[in-house]
């Protein structure tokens, strides 16, 4: 079935160093890829989605690519902010709703904290 | 700020008692999810909805959870008989047929002491 991994639970970085936080899936069809970010007490909020015609996304300075060959979207930004610390989900639904219906598959999640 | 509007924010009840949350989707949106986050912040999914039909939902949700959109109405999402382990957090989200993404709201935080 499709799934999602994120390997790291938790990424701890220095304000002003990059930022990536890894995303790979698997998927039977062609898969939308998602990010959410979820800081302390709010709802998930959608960061950034996949394209189909590979147009790279970017929202408040997060970028991520979708690679098909690798079947990773990794999540990255030039430079962290102290307002970039909360909770970052990669998620996945299929084109084809036969295989993961039509639900979002989340990862398990990476706490990202970024101190001064 | 999320469109999705969800109520209680939290919700403190005892073992054996019902639970009912509710949702209230986006304007528009025909999709309603209902996940459960639980303490180490994974996903569950539970259930959703296309308009007020129900298009899956988890065996678990099939026999102690009761969950339906009615038309005109909030959504909502009911415990029949709460358990200490079905303390989480419960988010409803919201979308549109075409576009794949959901919107969530911010959750009622269950407590079942």
Known sequence: GDSVTQTEGLVTLTEGLPVMLNCTYQSTYSPFLFWYVQHLNEAPKLLLKSFTDNKRPEHQGFHATLHKSSSSFHLQKSSAQLSDSALYYCALTSLNYGSSGNKLIFGIGTLLSVKP | ?113
């Open chain 2, 1 to 113: 700020n999320s469109k999705v509007i969800q109520t209680p924010r939290y919700l403190v009840k005892g073992q054996g008692q019902k639970a009912k949350m509710r949702c209230i989707p986006e304007k528009g949106h025909p999709v309603v999810f209902w996940y459960q986050q639980n303490k180490n912040n994974e996903f569950k999914f539970l259930i959703n909805f296309q308009n007020q039909e129900v298009l899956q939902q988890i065996d678990m949700t099939e026999k102690r959870f009761s969950a339906e959109c009615p038309s005109n109405s909030p959504c909502s999402l009911e415990i029949q008989s709460s358990e200490a382990g079905d303390s989480a957090l419960y988010l409803c989200a919201s979308g549109g047929l075409s576009q794949n993404t959901l919107y969530f709201g911010a959750g009622t935080r269950l407590s079942v002491l």
